[in-house]
């Protein structure tokens, strides 16, 4: 089983900046893929940003250039750096992470933590 946790959400101003975290541990050798998603009440859940155990990512159109996606692998965390936040990330972001176990691949989420833009 694989648990997921992420922290650093919050109240920030508009064009203020907030870091999340998100880290996994369980039983595991390795970790294929990170993702940060976000949902409001009464929408679905959309793509944030990604990032590859190679390093590759993905972003959002509406969070390229402000948001930024990283991961420390002995850690075993990702992060998003979140700059020039607007009232319309507000949101609850959660984790997913992609792992590999011995002879199985676990896809697994957070609980989420929130994130409030206003001023």
């Known amino acids: 089983q694989v648990r997921v946790v992420e922290s650093g959400g919050g109240l920030a101003q508009p064009g203020g900046s907030l870091r999340l975290s998100c880290a996994a541990s369980?039983?595991?050798?390795?970790?294929?893929?990170w993702g940060w998603y976000r949902q409001v009440p009464g929408k679905q859940r959309e793509l944030v940003a990604t990032i590859t155990r190679s390093g590759t990512t993905n972003y959002a159109d509406s969070v390229k250039g402000r948001f930024a996606i990283s991961t420390d692998g002995p850690k075993r965390t990702v992060y998003l750096q979140m700059n020039s936040l607007k009232p319309e990330d507000t949101a609850a972001y959660f984790c997913?992470?992609?792992?590999?176990?011995?002879?199985?691949?676990?896809?697994?989420w957070g609980r989420g933590t929130q994130v409030t833009v206003s001023s």
């Open positions: 997913n992470v992609k792992t590999e176990r011995i002879g199985a691949r676990d896809d697994s």
């Open positions: 369980g039983a595991f050798y390795s970790i294929n893929a």
